[in-house]
């Protein structure tokens, strides 16, 4: 190397071949680059992802196709008809037990009809037509005949005995939750049996009539409206006055009892045309007599106790 030019001559044997490989570096025409560019790097990650993104849309959802698959579809198809199928037979199988398609025909009351039952159940001696009627072989709403049976009033009925009788412990300084729920549990136990004695003589008698099983319940439910009375006025008046008007009650309910059951148990003689004799026709009148004289017996026991 000659190191007798100058100074600045010196710096610029030394400086010019580095200003040369920066300008190679920079424009690309002489050498190969010493740091890979990473400048454009950036940019291709994104458009991957970008394109990612894009390719779920334009493809569609993975759910889409499988809906739209046809083993799916008919896969669809069974689990809808096979619950189509259950609800069915559960249906058929619960209306065999417990007929839900006629509480309705039970509860088809108004205010009119229930003034009226009411106002019957206190006073029987008046009513001339006992006789339900029937359209089309089918008998009426109960709103449409006063004579139809019920569960409006045997529901209404013996929730508010319940009532009253949380009443009447509490003005003796008795009331607790125990206690009323023995008196509800005792109340609906004594149904149940009633109910359940009557189908049992009705079957061993071999009675043929059309009393179905809500018939005898809305019958023998009908009796918590003379209880009701019985009770509110022992409380307003006393103990005599509670005598007096569950009398009352006690002969009402047996009244209308009789004339009601006698149409449904004597129907079959009654459309024979033949008198009330005979070993089997005195067996049902008999029966007759028996359900009702047996509520004002439980209109007694069950409400006795809660007048002092």
Known sequence: MDYTATQSGFRQRKLQPNMRLRTSLVDGSEGSQLFE????????????????????QAEGFPGQSILSDPMSNLAMAYGSSLASQGREMVDKNLDRFIPISKLKYYFAV?????????????????????????????????????????LYIPAMGFITYILVAGLALGTQNKFSPELLGVQASSALVWLIMEVLAVLLSLYLVTVNTDLTTIDLLAFSGYKYVGMIVGVVTGLLFGRPAYYLSLLWCCVAIFVFMIRTLRLKLLSEAAAEGRLVRGARNQLRMYLTMSIAAAQPIFMFWLTYHLIR
């Open 37 to 56: 560019d990473t400048s454009g790097a950036a940019s291709g990650p994104q458009k991957g992802f970008s394109n990612q993104q894009a390719r779920p």
């Open 110 to 150: 108004d205010t009119v009809y229930v003034g009226k039952k009411l106002g019957l159940l206190v006073f029987p001696y008046m009513h001339d037509n006992w006789e339900v009627s029937y359209q089309q072989d089918t008998p009426v709403a109960p709103r449409f005949d006063v004579n139809a049976p019920d």
